[in-house]
C-alpha cells in the first residue's frame, strides 16, 4: 500500500524517473470503459507534459495477496487544475492495480480505473 501511495504521488507530479522503475515492461493500464489503453510506453510518454494534479488520494485500499502477487482495489480521488489555474475539479475512480514480483523487485504490472459518478 505504501508503494501505491508513491505511484499516486508520481502520476501527481509526473515523477517518471520513480514510474520508469516502478513499472513493468509489459505495464498496461485500461481506463473507464476500455475508453483508452496505456502502455507502460504511451503513459511515459503523456507525463513527459504532465498535468499537475492539485491532489491525488486514495481511499477504502484493500489488498488481496496471492503468492508474490497483491492486488489492490479501492477508490481514487483527483483534483485537477482548471485552465485558468485557479479553480479545480475533482473526479472519483474504482481502481485495480496488480503489482508482481519482478526478480526481487516490486513492479506494476496492471491498472484498471473506472469513473464514479
Not at 507502460?40 to 507534459?49: D, G, V
Not at 491525488?56 to 485500499?61: E, L
Request: proline share 2%; aromatic share 8%.
Amino acid at each position: 500500500m505504501a508503494r501505491d501511495a508513491q505511484y499516486e504521488e508520481a502520476l501527481r507530479v509526473g515523477d517518471l524517473p520513480f514510474l520508469r522503475t516502478l513499472l513493468a515492461d509489459d505495464y498496461v493500464w485500461v481506463h473507464t470503459l476500455g475508453s483508452e489503453i496505456e502502455t507502460r510506453t504511451s503513459l511515459l510518454a503523456r507525463l513527459e507534459k504532465p498535468v499537475i494534479y492539485k491532489s491525488r488520494t486514495t481511499s477504502d485500499v484493500h489488498a488481496h495477496v496471492q503468492g508474490d502477487t497483491v492486488v489492490l482495489r479501492g477508490v481514487s480521488t483527483t483534483e485537477q487544475w482548471n485552465a485558468d489555474g485557479k479553480t479545480s475539479r475533482s473526479n472519483r475512480y474504482q481502481f485495480m492495480r496488480t503489482y508482481v514480483n519482478v526478480a526481487g523487485e516490486c513492479k506494476l504490472l496492471s491498472v484498471q480505473t473506472m469513473n464514479l459518478k
